[in-house]
């Protein structure tokens, strides 16, 4: 019995429950972290699901805004490329024939720098006019064409050089400069598939010294579905080396007495600032006498 001599059974006892109680607490511990843990985890997950489902739902509508802007895009880009059908070339025959005042304002030789005034003007007076340019300027000036272009007024077809010995050493040079032109503005303006189908003769369709080419041009054009257009009212701002205000609206006002529908011929070309100047003038004649502003476009579409 000597040797058990200092041994407390209930000391030992104590100490058990006392090292019992304490991993009793550690594991309770872990188990109450592991549980926290485990819903915070789950909270979490359920938020970061939730986010990502919302983010997904707006990626799907935001794809879907992108895909109706893009229809958008694309009905008022094609709605800009002219479609000649055979309406619009009745429509075209009758133009002279209105019931009521309209006037076509149309510019030839340009684009150049003057042309950025004439299209500041226009957007003021909410006018929509066509612009029959020559492939030689648009090269020079492409970020005009896009403007003009861009702006709703209707780019039509005058050639590529303007220059008589060249254009009219043929018909089918006539046809030529046509198809150069016609490609050098869809290329600038990034529409392969334009065609204005619209021509103006330099010069003008009828008479002078290249007659005979003229009228033979004027079928090779209609086979290809392109129309042609002179005018019939004008400023004169090309007859002149400088005419005045005055001379231009003495000849705007003789060239438009008593006509309903009137096609007026003008130049936005480099030495014309003439124009630039008349043309707020020639537009509050024109809106004083009862007439609309309108572009060809609207007839040939």
Not at 132 to 145: K, N, R
Not at 152 to 167: C, E, R, V
Not at 198 to 224: D, H, M, T
Request: hydrophobic content about 30%.
């Amino acid at each position: 019995m000597s040797g058990a001599k200092g041994y407390n059974i209930y000391s030992l006892k104590k100490y058990v429950d006392k090292k019992r109680i304490i991993f009793n607490m550690i594991v309770t511990f872990v188990i109450c972290i592991t549980l926290c843990l485990i819903v915070y985890y789950t909270i979490d997950t359920s938020i970061r699901v939730k986010k990502s489902e919302q983010f997904i739902a707006q990626i799907v509508e935001y794809k879907k805004e992108q895909e109706e802007l893009e229809k958008i895009r694309k009905i008022e880009k094609e709605s800009r490329i002219p479609k000649l059908t055979q309406e619009g070339k009745e429509k075209f025959k009758n133009i002279y024939n209105s019931d009521k005042k309209v006037a076509y304002l149309t510019f030839d030789d340009g684009p150049s720098k003057n042309t950025r005034d004439i299209l500041d003007i226009l957007k003021e007076n909410n006018i929509k006019a066509t612009f029959f340019v020559l492939g030689s300027q648009v090269e020079y000036f492409p970020e005009t064409t896009n403007r003009i272009y861009n702006e709703g007024h209707y780019i039509a077809n005058h050639g590529y050089s303007h220059q008589y010995s060249s254009i009219y050493q043929s018909p089918e040079q006539v046809i030529n400069e046509y198809n150069q032109c016609n490609q050098i503005v869809s290329n600038t303006i990034r529409v392969p598939e334009y065609n204005s189908h619209l021509f103006r003769f330099p010069g003008g369709s009828i008479g002078g010294r290249y007659a005979k080419i003229k009228n033979q041009a004027i079928q090779l054009l209609e086979q290809n579905d392109i129309l042609y257009l002179d005018w019939n009212s004008l400023t004169g701002d090309s007859e002149k080396v400088n005419p005045t205000e005055e001379y231009l609206m003495n000849n705007l006002h003789q060239t438009t007495n008593e006509k309903n529908s009137i096609v007026i011929l003008m130049h936005d070309s480099q030495a014309k600032k003439i124009t630039v100047d008349f043309l707020p003038k020639a537009i509050e004649f024109l809106r004083q006498q009862g007439y609309e502003f309108d572009n060809l476009y609207s007839i040939i579409k």
